[in-house]
């Protein structure tokens, strides 16, 4: 597990020399957005037979507790949580 984390660090340093440098936080967050989507949604990967993470993860079955469909499953915005200090757990984020 450690080297895949390595490897991804690695690939996100490269990937951000390769930009011009920013000199804000907001900026940086902005590049890694960009990183995390260009990484995630459009590149494809070698031991994902070429197909993109997002695609994988979409084509996955998803598991939840017993009893539960998989259109239940929560899935979390944390930034959107952070930025209103609120969490709606009736509310898909």
């Known amino acids: 597990m450690q080297g895949k984390v390595e490897r991804f660090h690695q690939t996100l340093k490269l990937w951000l ?15 890694r957005d960009a990183f995390r989507k260009q990484y995630n949604q459009r590149r494809p990967h070698g031991t994902l037979d070429d197909r993109t993470p997002a695609h994988a993860y ?4 998803k ?3 017993a009893g539960s469909s998989a259109d239940s499953v929560i899935h979390l915005n944390a930034r959107e949580i952070l930025a209103t200090n609120a969490f709606d757990p009736t509310r898909t984020y």
Request: aromatic share 0%; hydrophobic share 30%.
């Open 58 to 61: 979409a084509a996955t079955p």
């Open 63 to 65: 598991v939840g507790p």
């Open 17 to 31: 020399i390769a930009r011009p440098r920013t000199t804000t936080a907001t900026g940086l967050q902005t590049q």
